[in-house]
């Protein structure tokens, strides 16, 4: 199973941009589908945008335009590219990995504030 490590929060202004990474290690990274998600206080987690291991990229219709989610077999590593950030973009950013028949893999997660 792999693990996952997040990389790459701060704080931003608005219009800022950022890039999270997500490191993966443990076991075969390119069969996993790859999703962020983040939480904001007092709100439940929420998918922001997810690749499967073929490339398939999906966002939340909140962030579409906005992010990019990516990914690099090569380095085992997953980005999120986000533009043009808003205050509501402020929550704890997670890293998911998914395989069928395995359970979900998380990261410990990495503060995203967009304030002024």
């Known amino acids: 199973q792999v693990q996952v490590v997040e990389s790459g929060g701060g704080l931003v202004q608005p219009g800022g941009s950022l890039r999270l990474s997500c490191a993966a290690s443990?076991?075969?990274?390119?069969?996993?589908?790859m999703g962020w998600y983040r939480q904001a206080p007092g709100k439940q987690r929420e998918l922001v945008a997810s690749?499967?291991?073929?490339?398939?990229?999906n966002y939340a219709d909140s962030v579409k335009g906005r992010f990019t989610i990516s990914r690099d077999n090569a380095k085992n590593t997953v980005y999120l590219q986000m533009n043009s950030l808003k205050p509501e973009d402020t929550a704890v950013y997670y890293c998911?990995?998914?395989?069928?028949?395995?359970?979900?893999?998380w990261g410990q997660g990495t503060q995203v504030t967009v304030s002024s």
């Open positions: 690749i499967t291991n073929g490339g398939i990229t």
């Open positions: 443990g076991s075969i990274f390119r069969a996993y589908a």
């Open positions: 998911n990995a998914k395989r069928a028949g395995l359970s979900d893999s």
